[in-house]
Every structure is written in C-alpha cells, then in structure tokens.
C-alpha cells in the first residue's frame, strides 16, 4: 500500500505547477467567490444571523468548505479507474500479484494525504487572519473524519466501477453521484438550512463527512457527539459498500473477457 501512496506521490510532484492549481489556485478562487456570495447575501437581507448563525460563522465555514470538498473530491479517480475496465488495460493489473482495490485504494490514498498537507495551510492562514469561529483544537478530529470518509467515497467508486462489467459506459453513474455529493455533502451551503426532517435524514447518510460534520465540528457548528455519530455511520457505510463492492466485482470477473492492453 505503502508503495501505491508513493507512487501518486512522484506521479503528481512530477507536473508542480498542475499540482498547485489543484491544491492551492482553484479552491482559493472558489473560497473568494462564495465568501463574496455570503457578504453580500447578509448585505441585502439586512440581517445579522441566518439560521441562527452570525455573518462571521458563515464565513468561517465557507473558509474551510471548499478546501475540504476539494481533498475529499474523487472524480480523477473514478474516471481512470473506469477506463482500466473498459478499454481492458485492467489485464496489466488482474495478472500481477496485486489487487485492483487495493492499488487504486493506495495512490488515492497518497495523492489525498499529500493535497491535504498543502491545501489545508491556506485555509489555515485565512482563518489566522480573518478570526472567526474555527478552533484549531478541533482539526485533528475533523481530518480524522475525512480520513474515514476518502475509504468510504472510493469504496463507492469501487461499487461503480464494477458495473462496467456488465454495462458499456457508466460515466454517466459518476457524473450523477458526484453532483449529488456535490448537494449532500455541504459544499455549496451549511446542512443548517435545510428542513429538520432533510437534515435529520442527512445524518444518517456519510456524504455530509465529507464537508458539512468536519468543517461544521471545526467552526463550532457541531459538537464531538456529531463528529463521533458521522464517524460510525460512515464507517457502517463503507463496511456495507465493501461488501457489495466485492460480491459484484467477483460476479463482473466471471464474464470479464479482456481484449484490450
């Protein structure tokens, strides 16, 4: 595993400049963009709270939101390992003494780690300068979360995966579980806002670890009771996803017929 995180290390160090309009660049501008759009809605409406939150909370979220969005975003990924399936360049891999999973699970793995230690310094320094609401005391157990919920988004992708065994394309699958993360996870706005049944119902479902639970637990949203819930619910999650994950990948490997590289 240890020589997959490596290997996404040297792949992505090996283009810099890409590597810092990934990481740094593009959430930077992201962050800017819906800071301005937060300001200006507190503006026009004339008000000092918004669901019972301060104009100072909302920003402090925003912050942090993209930035952790962007670390738990799977997208490259997903893409790649759909096209080892269809193209049939999967062979290189089904006959070496290596697991398909497990090889994607490490470069994921390492490329995540390795954006976390550059795209968290920004928010970081924001927060320094700005005040706010965040307390860093709380980032070790928000990253501990995102952690257990990069397994859980590729073990999703994993389950995708395998059904291009038996279907021709199924981007399509991706690009419609991505912008549903992209609603469910808090990214575009707190999970606050929603009606008390939708939010409750958020709860039990992991994509809100990906942004909504860590960053809300960091800028005193939530408390270490909801940190502590998200992180069994998505961990029962993975568990349950690993599980057909492998039932489906065993059943696509009995039909599989590579002609590819």
């Known amino acids: 595993m240890w020589v997959y995180a490596k290997l996404a290390a040297e792949t992505h160090l090996e283009y810099r400049f890409n590597s810092f309009v990934d990481w740094c660049l593009s959430p930077l501008i992201s962050t800017a963009v819906e800071m301005a759009m937060w300001w200006t809605m507190f503006q026009a409406m004339g008000v000092s709270t918004l669901g019972g939150f301060s104009r100072e909370s909302y920003l402090s979220y925003v912050t942090w939101a993209v930035f952790f969005a962007r670390i738990s975003a799977n997208w490259m990924y997903e893409f790649r390992m759909l096209q080892e399936v269809e193209s049939g360049s999967i062979n290189s891999i089904l006959v070496r003494p290596l697991r398909f999973y497990e090889y994607y699970l490490g470069q994921f793995l390492g490329y995540k780690l390795m954006t976390m230690v550059f795209s968290l310094l920004l928010p970081a320094g924001l927060a320094l300068l700005m005040g706010g609401t965040t307390d860093f005391w709380r980032l070790p157990g928000a990253i501990?979360?995102?952690?257990?919920?990069?397994?859980?988004?590729?073990?999703?992708?994993?389950?995708?995966?395998?059904?291009?065994?038996?279907?021709?394309?199924?981007?399509?699958?991706?690009?419609?579980?991505?912008?549903?993360?992209?609603?469910?996870?808090?990214?575009?706005?707190?999970?606050?806002?929603?009606?008390?049944?939708?939010?409750?119902?958020?709860?039990?479902?992991?994509?809100?670890?990906?942004?909504?639970?860590?960053?809300?637990?960091?800028?005193?949203?939530?408390?270490?009771?909801?940190?502590?819930?998200?992180?069994?619910?998505?961990?029962?999650?993975?568990?349950?996803?690993?599980?057909?994950?492998?039932?489906?990948?065993r059943r696509g490997l009995r039909i599989y017929s590579g002609t590819g590289a």
């Open 144 to 249: 501990f979360l995102l952690m257990i919920y990069l397994v859980f988004t590729y073990t999703l992708t994993f389950c995708i995966v395998t059904l291009a065994f038996r279907l021709t394309k199924v981007g399509s699958f991706t690009v419609t579980k991505n912008f549903f993360v992209w609603l469910a996870s808090g990214e575009l706005f707190p999970l606050d806002l929603l009606s008390p049944s939708m939010k409750m119902l958020s709860s039990y479902l992991p994509f809100a670890s990906a942004c909504y639970i860590p960053v809300g637990y960091l800028t005193h949203r939530l408390e270490f009771a909801d940190l502590l819930k998200a992180c069994w619910v998505t961990v029962a999650w993975t568990g349950v996803l690993g599980l057909f994950g492998l039932f489906f990948w």
